[in-house]
C-alpha cells in the first residue's frame, strides 16, 4: 500500500512532466514558423549584401586599382623622361659629340698632312736623285775638259 502510494505519486508527476513537457512544445512548435521567416530573412539580407560587396569589389575596387596602376605608370614615365633629361645634362653629350667631331677633323687633317708631307718626302728623293746625277755628270763633264771643280 505505501508503495503502491509512492508509485501513484511517482507516474502522477511522471504524467505531469509529460504533459508539460508537450504544453512547452507545442509553443515551440508554434514559434518555429515566425524563427523560420526570421532565419530566411537574415539569410536574405546577408546574400543581398554580398552581392552588393561583390558588385563593389568585381566593378568599382578593380576600376580603382586600374586608375592607380595608370597614375603610378604615368609617373614612373615622367620620373623616367626626368632622369634620361638629367642624365644628358650630366652626361654632356653634346660637348661628347663637338669633341668627337674635332677629333675626327683633326684625323682628317693628320691624313691630308701625312699625304703632303709623303709627296715632300718624295719630291725631295727627287731632288735629291736630280742633284746626284747633276753631281756626277758635271764631274763626267769636268773630267773629259780637264777642268777640276773646285
Given at each position: ?5 509512492i508509485l501513484?505519486?511517482?507516474t502522477s ?138
Open positions: 500500500s505505501i508503495l503502491l502510494f501513484l505519486v511517482v508527476l511522471g504524467c505531469m512532466w509529460f504533459f508539460l513537457g508537450a504544453k512547452t512544445s507545442q509553443n515551440g512548435l508554434d514559434k518555429i514558423p515566425e524563427d523560420i521567416t526570421n532565419i530566411l530573412h537574415d539569410g536574405d539580407l546577408y546574400m543581398n549584401n554580398t552581392v552588393d560587396e561583390l558588385h563593389y569589389l568585381l566593378q568599382e575596387n578593380f576600376d580603382e586599382v586600374i586608375d592607380e596602376f595608370k597614375a603610378a605608370l604615368s609617373e614612373i614615365g615622367n620620373d623616367f623622361g626626368n632622369f634620361t633629361e638629367d642624365m644628358k645634362i650630366n652626361i654632356n653629350l653634346d660637348e661628347i659629340i663637338d669633341k668627337v667631331n674635332s677629333f675626327l677633323s683633326l684625323i682628317e687633317k693628320f691624313s691630308d698632312t701625312e699625304e703632303e708631307m709623303n709627296n715632300a718626302i718624295a719630291s725631295l728623293n727627287n731632288m735629291t736623285d736630280s742633284m746626284k746625277s747633276l753631281t756626277t755628270a758635271g764631274n763626267t763633264h769636268f773630267q773629259c775638259s780637264g777642268d777640276s771643280i773646285p
